[in-house]
């Protein structure tokens, strides 16, 4: 029996190192931190030391292909794939940053959005049999999809939406906040909100794929909310502990064998959320 395995993005801090504390204590397997910098990620691995749980370290920067790729061949080698991954790193840029939007869009897009996928791209045929996928999202998403115009809503909640589709629509967004155009091609005005619901939409379309392409292998894959946490990130007045924002991404990672539901969802407070 191979030693099971999850990974989690983006987790030397914040909601990332939250989710590996409950996995350490919940998780029958090696828990993997990861991070851009190796520095960052070792501390990361020494603090949950203190606290009695021994998670494991290696370097992932999603926005590096050459990581992706590195660390993906890792974990084929090391355990025959993975069991759990959960794809938490992502950016925000302030409410109060003067930085342009046109430049904030692409910045936005490009983590949350093209380099989470590069790692799906990478990791979803590592996931084995039984394995859970989840992506850390946002209600803000949600809140966004609401506010783009019909057409845009009718693509990014139908069924037959591709992954190349998603894409090339998230690209128009970046390209159309370069011109200072997105709000007249019926965008919202918010970089964050739409990379979240680039995000989701993803998910779902990966649910679906997995579903016919490996009808048997019983791959749980969602976007979950893990609502507004105080982090270096989100600030300090937000009302939830880094440890309250594991809850929901925990409780997918960790749904049940055999279990058929949720798949292909949008999850907070262990609820599904209507899109």
């Not at 020494?46 to 494991?56: D, H, N, R």
């Not at 990966?206 to 989100?234: F, Q, Y």
Request: charged share 25%; proline share 5%; glycine share 8%.
């Amino acid at each position: 029996m191979s030693t099971k395995v999850a990974v989690i993005t983006g987790s030397n801090k914040g909601i990332g190192l939250a989710i590996v504390r409950a996995l350490c204590k919940e998780y029958q397997g090696d828990v993997y931190i990861t991070a851009r910098d190796a520095g960052r990620g070792q501390e990361a691995v020494e603090s949950m030391a203190s606290e009695g749980l021994k998670p494991k370290f290696h370097q992932l920067d999603i926005n590096d292909q050459k990581s992706i790729a590195t660390a993906a061949a890792y974990f084929k080698d090391k355990y025959g794939g993975v069991d759990v991954l959960i794809n938490n790193a992502g950016i925000a840029f302030k409410a109060a940053d003067t930085t342009p939007f046109p430049v904030q869009a692409e910045v936005t897009l490009k983590t949350n959005y093209f380099a989470t996928r590069d790692m799906l791209t990478h990791f979803l045929p590592l996931v084995k049999a039984g394995g859970r996928v989840v992506n850390v999202s946002s209600f803000v998403g949600a809140r966004t999809l609401n506010k783009c115009n019909a057409a845009l809503q009718q693509r990014f909640r139908s069924e037959d939406i591709s992954e190349e589709e998603l894409t090339a629509l998230m690209e128009q967004f970046v390209d159309q906040a370069k011109k200072g155009e997105h709000e007249k091609g019926g965008w919202p005005d918010t970089a964050y909100g739409t990379s979240k619901t680039g995000l989701t939409v993803l998910s779902m379309i990966h649910a679906r794929r997995l579903s016919k392409e490996r009808p048997n292998d019983g791959i749980l894959v969602n976007a979950c909310c893990p609502g507004w946490v105080r982090t270096d990130m989100a600030g300090s007045k937000a009302p939830k502990s880094p440890d309250e924002g594991a809850i929901t991404p925990v409780y997918l990672a960790l749904l049940p064998p055999g279990a058929t539901e949720p798949h292909g969802k949008f999850v907070s407070d262990k609820e599904v959320q209507t899109w």
